[in-house]
């Protein structure tokens, strides 16, 4: 049967605003003419000229955290706990642990582009959106947030674009068995930035991290930095998101892909 695909994954990127300048990722570009020797040293008496053209091969080095690029976040990033409300809680699981059946589902698009940056997204919200679409959420639906910041990727005010999604938005799709959520945002929350003023103003801590929290009442994986949302449909289509396996780790790299049976 015919597919299409529509990725959701950006590359990985150096000198952009992919990120805080604490955790911009760095990319070393070995090429072809610069790595003959290294070709070289692994067979004795080999000279440059032996090459075809006298290159050897293209290599990168990165010096990267697991949370850049598009990639999924394990519950183990959220808080050491999950599922208290399930069974009084338990560790969380890391991004090695993840279970492959989360991974690839039926996608669900919540277009709330129209949110002012920082707005934090509520269960009413959610709520409203799923009946415009006619969608019914089932276990294991994998939910995406189109947000205002898809469009600003790699812009300077990319870090403080687009909406949050807040605890109660976010438990109201965990309890009706989503386990992997997605944004565009550089987080599932509302900008760092933005939430902060709100804490100055209502020394309220509840707020900060609070959608990425949920988790320690029911465990759940999230995708950000993800594009290409305004691309998709409100249903018809799986999302692969199968993240790399990394032992121990909070988060895993992964090229998210919607796909379309045609």
């Known amino acids: 049967m015919p597919r299409r695909y529509v990725d959701l994954s950006v590359p990985l990127e150096a000198g952009i605003v992919s990120d805080p300048p604490i955790m911009l990722p760095e990319i070393e570009y070995m090429t072809h003419d610069q790595t003959a020797e290294q070709v070289m040293a692994f067979f004795p008496g080999l000279k440059r000229d032996d090459l075809p053209g006298g290159e050897g091969w293209a290599v990168e080095r990165l010096t990267v955290a697991t949370h850049n690029g598009t990639h999924l976040d394990a519950p183990w990033h959220h808080h050491s706990t999950m599922n208290r409300a399930i069974n009084g809680g338990e560790r969380a699981i890391t991004i090695d642990e993840v279970p492959l059946e989360w991974c690839f589902n039926p996608g669900v698009k919540l277009d709330f582009r129209h949110f002012d940056d920082g707005y934090v997204v509520t269960a009413a919200d959610v709520e409203a959106e799923l009946d415009r679409i006619g969608h019914q959420l089932q276990p294991l639906d994998i939910v995406v947030v189109n947000t205002s910041a ?47 003023k709100a804490y100055a103003e209502t020394g309220d801590a509840s707020i900060i991290w609070e959608g990425h929290r949920a988790s320690i009442e029911i465990g759940y994986c999230h995708m950000e930095k993800l594009t290409n949302l305004d691309r998709l449909p409100p249903t018809g289509f799986e999302i692969s998101c199968f993240p790399y396996k990394i032992r121990g780790a909070s988060a895993g790299f992964t090229r998210a892909v919607a796909i379309f049976e045609e």
């Open 150 to 196: 898809g469009a600003r990727y790699g812009e300077p005010d990319y870090l403080v674009s687009g909406c949050g999604m807040g605890r109660e938005a976010t438990l109201y799709l965990l309890e009706r068995g989503v386990r992997v959520t997605g944004t565009d945002a550089w987080s599932w929350d509302a900008p760092f930035p933005l939430t902060a």
